[in-house]
Each structure stands twice: as C-alpha cells, then as structure tokens.
C-alpha cells in the first residue's frame, strides 16, 4: 500500500513538471527574469521552487556568484529539482520547506527572495508579504508571481451557468465566492499597503495570456486544468449524487459555444516587484524606490503620472491651465505627421516646425508628448493607454458597464483622441477646482 502510495506521487511529480510547468509555472515566471540584478553575487531564496525549473533559470540568469537556497514541502519534487540542479550543486542549496517555514528564518538574511505562485496559497497574502519582506535585506528585492482576478473567467461562466440549469444555488454562490478569492491589482496594492509597503517601493505588473484547447473533452483532461482549477471545481459541487453528469455538461457547453473554433481561457498573471527600503534616511528610501525606476523606462507616462509627486516645476507650470485648447488644425497635424522623418535628421528643426502653428497651450501637451524616446511612436503611446484603460477599476458590475465606456476601448480612434484623453489622465494642479472643465473649443481647419 505504502509502495503504491509512494509510485502514485512520483507520477503525480512527474506529470505536474513534464507537462503541467511548462505551460502554467514557466509563464508566470518569465514575468520575474525581467527584473533580475546583473551583477553582484547575491544569496537568493526561491519558495516552493517545486521541480526547479524556476531555480534553474534563475542560476542561469544571476551572476557566477550568486547563491540559491531552494525549499519545497514535497520530498518527490525535490528529488526532482535536485536531479535538474546537478550541475550548479556549489550554488544551490535544496531543503524542505514552505512558505509557513519562512517565518522560522532568520530577518535580513537574503537580498532576492523569488515566490513563483506563492501567494496565492497564502490564508492571509498581506501575512504572507510581511514575511518574505523581513526576510529580505534592506536594498534587496522580493519578486512574486500571483493569478489575478480575470483568470478562468470563461470555464467559470459556463460553470456557473450548468449549476444554475441544475438548480443548485448554494454551488454557484460557492463559485463567486472563489472567484472573489483571486485579488484584483488594486486589492493586491491594499494588502502590500497593509503589510507595510510604502507606495514607491513597489510595482504591480499585469500580463495576460491564454490557454487554447481543442474541444470540451481536451479542456477536462488537460493535465493543467486536472491538477489545477478542476480540484477546486470538484469540492464545490461537493456531495452531488451525479457530479459526472454535471461535467459531462460542462463538457457540452463547450462544445456548444464554441463550436468551430478553439476554447481559449484567460489567464491574468500578476507580479509583484517590492524593493526593501534601508530603515532612517530619507536617501535610503529614495534608493530603494522601485515604483520611479520602473516608470522613468516611459518618459511620456511618468511625465503624465509622477511629476507633480517630484515637486516637478516645469510640468506644473506647463499645466497650471488645466482649461486647454487641444484641437489641431488640418494642415498642423498633415506636419506632425511628418515629424518622425524629420527628426532623424533635425530634432529641433521637427519640432519647431510641427508646433508652428499651434496655440501655447497646444505646444505644452505636445512638448509632453516629444519627451518620449525616438522609439516610442504615437501608436505605441495608444498601446499604453489601451492597457492602463484596460485595467483600471470598473465603475461598476460587468452587466453594468454603459456603452460608451466599452466604444472607448474597442472603437479605433482619430488622431486627436489620444490627445483628449492625456488631457483627461493628466492630474489638476493643486488648488484647482474639482468641477469638470468645460469642453474645449473647437476650431475649424484652416487650408492654406
């Protein structure tokens, strides 16, 4: 019994690396290799690191000095992990543990601390941050991965919907009450607030992604949908006396709605970037603050987000009018056209040319718009709204959204759009009236 026991959970082991990783672990990983340290030889803790794939990347990636401690509560995967790490056994260290153990460590003992699909285990997530925080040295840097609130939306609907048919209403409130249990960005910013966080000292990140499967059949037996959301689905319907056929039904709606084409679920993948900030000196926390260093990489964005918190004099000034005139006359905007052309050759010549013939309020949000990179174009600018629009708080339920919020996303949008809604995102100095302004004045195109 024990020897079948024990042969059970290696294949259990085998099938979450071999096909379960790649495709669920792996993804939201990628998201921490963007913030690695190039240099330095930093000693590292990787929680859960499971068959260590992630430990592996990260000893590939980090410096030669770089030391890894890697824990994980299961003796078969770390069995596993070791196996894989072989060829770094100087630098890593694989031991048993979890996330609870990291309680038990010693405070300021590693300068990067890795969690990849961590917290979402967590009884309490602002616990949990608490914790990794003490851990990490003063200047280091703690990197988490976490599913968001807006994954699995599409299987859940469907769900909810065969429950609803089955007339069983305590499952579905079950269902939402799940569902609510992944945080939103904003939610996951509250509970690094309440672990003590300081808003500079951290970045949430958001990418999503998505899982196709072929039919309903494929979906159900699907090792990252067996071994990951389907437990959860089982315990909700709980004591049916015909769980199989609820499935079964499951499996047909799929096959109904999307008949013709592939079942793809989203996927919101979330990371958390926290930089440990020195205790005392003001420079010490301006040092460590994570949130400028991540914007200063869109000048155009942070202009728009984070000058007035610089005490940045020359965007308040620009801006002491909120009241502007953005409208750009035909012949103007045929120039700006132009301008990138220009400005391989004459940056200021371009310039001077484009805002010829335009008010001085019109040159300020321009002159705004020019600080971005020659690589950053117009429309990659609108890719960037598009996703802070896309994931900003909706005012309310889904079923509630007016249409005009949704045309904002989906309708393609004149050249002049992108100006109105910068004017829109840009903050009111301060003093400044809370009433909305009046709408700008529009000026006929002149032709020439």
Known sequence: MVIGQQLR?????????????????????RLTFRHLPKDGGPLVLDV??????????????????????????????????????AEWKDRVYVKAGG?????????????????????????????????????????????ATIPLDGSWVEPEDLWR????????????????????????????????AEAGVGPHHFVIEQERFELLFSSGRDF?????????????????????????????????????????????VTVCAGLVSIRVPAAGTAAAHAAAETA????????????????????????????????????????????????PKLAAADP????????????PEDEAIFALLEQAPPSSGREDLDALLDQVLEFGPPSGDAEEIEEEEIEEIVVPRKPGDTLERLRALIPPPPGAPTTPPPPPTRRKPTLE
């Open 161 to 192: 919907e065969v429950l609803r048919d089955a007339e069983l209403p305590a499952a579905v409130r079950r269902f939402r009450r799940v569902a609510r249990l992944r945080p939103t960005g904003h939610e996951l910013a509250r509970a690094l």
């Open 48 to 85: 859960c690191c499971a068959g260590g794939r992630t430990t592996a990347e990260l000893l590939g990636r980090l410096p030669a000095a770089a030391r890894v401690v890697a824990i994980d509560p299961d003796p078969v995967l770390r069995d596993l992990a070791k196996n894989r790490l």
């Open 348 to 359: 200021s010549a371009s310039t001077s040319t484009s805002l010829a013939r335009l008010t």
């Open 220 to 264: 159900l037996f699907s090792p990252v949908i067996e071994h990951g959301p389907l437990r959860v689905w089982k315990a909700i319907v709980g004591n049916h006396e015909k769980p199989q056929e609820l499935f079964w039904r499951l499996k047909e709606a799929v096959d109904a709605y999307y008949a013709g084409h592939v079942f793809a």
């Open 292 to 339: 400028g260093e991540y914007w200063r990489q869109w000048p155009t964005l942070d202009g728009l987000w984070q000058a007035q918190e610089r005490h940045d004099a020359a965007f308040a000034t620009a801006n002491a009018d909120f009241d502007v005139d953005i409208d750009v006359d035909a012949e103007a905007a045929r120039e700006r056209s132009s301008t």
């Open 99 to 143: 996330l609870d153990d990291v309680a038990e460590m010693a405070p300021a003992s590693y300068d990067l601390v890795v969690a990849n699909l961590v917290l979402a285990d967590a009884t309490s997530l602002s616990e949990a941050v608490r914790e990794l925080v003490r851990v990490t040295k003063a200047g280091g840097q703690i990197l």
């Open 9 to 29: 959970e290696e294949r259990i082991a085998r099938v979450l690396d071999r096909e379960v990783a790649p495709l669920w672990h792996d993804r939201f990983g």
